[in-house]
């Protein structure tokens, strides 16, 4: 078949929007083991959950067989606010390359919060709202899910609470400010506002904080103020599906030119967007329709696939949140903080840890100092500024376009950009100075990290 000619942009019609989820977990045959009740060790049940998130979204998080979840109306008619994103073709990247590559793009930076958070912020909001929950708290590392997050309680009128990481609320003072304007509460974690907050700060003075220790003050709050819930941007299965709409998107697109992925990349913090990235076509592979090569990309700093273990462990470094089984640096694992880049969760999402550890996806973990340089390279011939986190992709899909052009393969690359980078400025200032520099965690760090494992029989 000959393709047809291909814009630049390719976008899809209001018609060709997506009307559900896909939830990746009704095609694995084998599912990620249970979450677990921290207190009794057993499996989570929907009542244990229902103090922590909304009912909807237990349901969603539990529900394991149903392939495809209806977008309510009121969640769609939000989305057309900023969807769809556009899938690029990298032409100009192709030539900076020289590469007999095809590379594409999916943004999700085009909207105020700059990221792809925005797509399970709007759906968790709404269901707080349908449900009647008149107070939400979370936290932020980076500050992109806070961002989203307020922007949508302030369009369905939900007062928020934000924990931010301490050391990102010192690094970008201006996406606190955009917080605020949307009406969020920002408290620089860890606080003196909780009790685990002050127990923290007790045993680690100084602490420039870490997203387990905001998520535990988040849940924390949660728990303490009448009638209030806690949402998550990343790790849960719940986000992973909501996030689905963007690889459902892509996969419209592509189909629209007959173009066929062979590999598709994306970068790696809780996994929320790779998951969402990849949903569709790892169906694809798993049902046996077709075959793609998935690639997640971590920081060498904090590289909880490629060198953490596949283990229980909790979501935050209180301890207060379900066990999950994942990959993960034990929750008390803390990024050094000359790590800009972002993705500084310890753990990954149960799905996409499981499809790692079955073989179905690899891993890669790449420096700071090489993820800047793509992101440069990338700024200057695509023209869009990128997010460190979103150059980790970059930085992977460029190596894999130039082993291309060494083979003289002509492989067709998707890759997800998750964001823009406006508010990472402290980081590429580092990296424009020279001043930047790349921490490896060494073995030892590591492994005194994993003897604090929680040991589950
Ligand atoms: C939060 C974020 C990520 C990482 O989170 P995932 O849950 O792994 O997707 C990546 N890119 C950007 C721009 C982000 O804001």
Redesign the pocket.
């Known amino acids: 078949m000959k393709k047809k000619p291909i814009p630049t942009k390719i976008y899809l019609t209001e018609d060709e929007m997506p009307k559900s989820w896909y939830n990746l977990r009704a095609d694995m045959k084998e599912k990620h083991e249970p979450f677990l009740n921290p207190a009794t060790l057993k499996e989570v049940t929907a009542e244990d959950l229902g103090h922590i998130f909304c009912d909807e979204l237990v349901k969603q998080e539990l529900d394991q067989t149903t392939r495809y979840i209806e977008i309510p109306e009121g969640i769609r008619d939000f989305y057309k606010m900023f969807r769809p994103s556009p899938l690029v073709r990298a032409y100009w990247l192709e030539k900076e390359l020289d590469t007999p590559a095809e590379i594409y793009y999916k943004f999700e ?1 085009n909207n105020t919060s ?4 925005l797509n399970s912020a709007v759906a968790q909001v709404y269901y707080a709202k349908q449900q009647g929950i008149t107070h939400l708290t979370t936290e932020t590392g ?1 500050g ?2 806070g961002t989203a997050l307020a922007m949508a309680c302030a369009f369905y009128k939900i007062p928020l609470d934000v924990y931010m990481v301490k050391v990102s609320s010192e690094q970008k003072p201006f996406r606190r400010e955009v917080m605020r304007t949307y009406g969020a509460n920002v408290i620089p974690s860890p606080s003196d506002t909780t009790t685990i907050g002050r127990k923290i700060l007790e045993e680690f003075p100084g602490t420039g904080g870490s997203l387990g220790c905001a998520i535990s003050e988040a849940v924390e709050c949660a728990m303490t103020v009448p009638n209030s819930r806690y949402v998550l ?3 849960l299965d719940q986000v992973v599906l909501h996030q689905s709409i963007i690889g459902l998107e892509c996969q419209t697109a592509l189909k629209k030119y007959g173009v066929k992925p062979d590999i598709i990349i994306g ?8 998951g969402g990235l990849i949903a569709p076509f790892m169906g694809e592979k798993l049902t046996g329709k077709a075959d793609y090569r998935f690639i997640a990309v971590e920081p060498a700093s904090c590289p909880s696939l490629t060198r953490g273990v596949y283990r229980y462990d909790f979501c935050d470094t209180g301890k207060m949140t379900p066990l999950a089984k994942m990959y993960t640096l034990g929750s008390n694992f803390m990024p050094s903080s000359n790590h800009a880049g ?2 500084r969760y310890h753990g990954m999402s149960p799905i996409l840890s499981k499809l790692y550890h079955d073989g179905y996806m690899e891993a890669v973990s790449v420096e700071q100092t090489k993820v800047f340089e793509a992101a440069e390279r990338f700024a200057k011939c695509e023209g869009i500024l990128p ?1 460190p ?2 150059s980790h992709a970059i930085k992977a899909t460029i190596d894999e376009a130039l082993k291309c052009k060494e083979s003289g393969e002509k492989k067709v690359i998707l890759f997800g950009l ?2 823009t980078g406006y508010f990472d400025l402290t980081a590429y200032k580092a990296y424009n100075d020279g001043t930047m520099s790349d921490y490896i965690p060494s073995d030892e760090e590591l492994k005194k990290s994993f003897d604090t494992l929680p040991v589950i029989e």
Do not use: F, M, P, R
Not at 114 to 117: E, I, L, M, P
Not at 267 to 274: P, T
């Open positions: 930076g700059g990221s792809h958070k980076a992109q899910w941007g990343s790790v970068c790696a913090g809780g996994g929320s967007n790779l972002g993705l997010a986190e979103s998750t964001g």
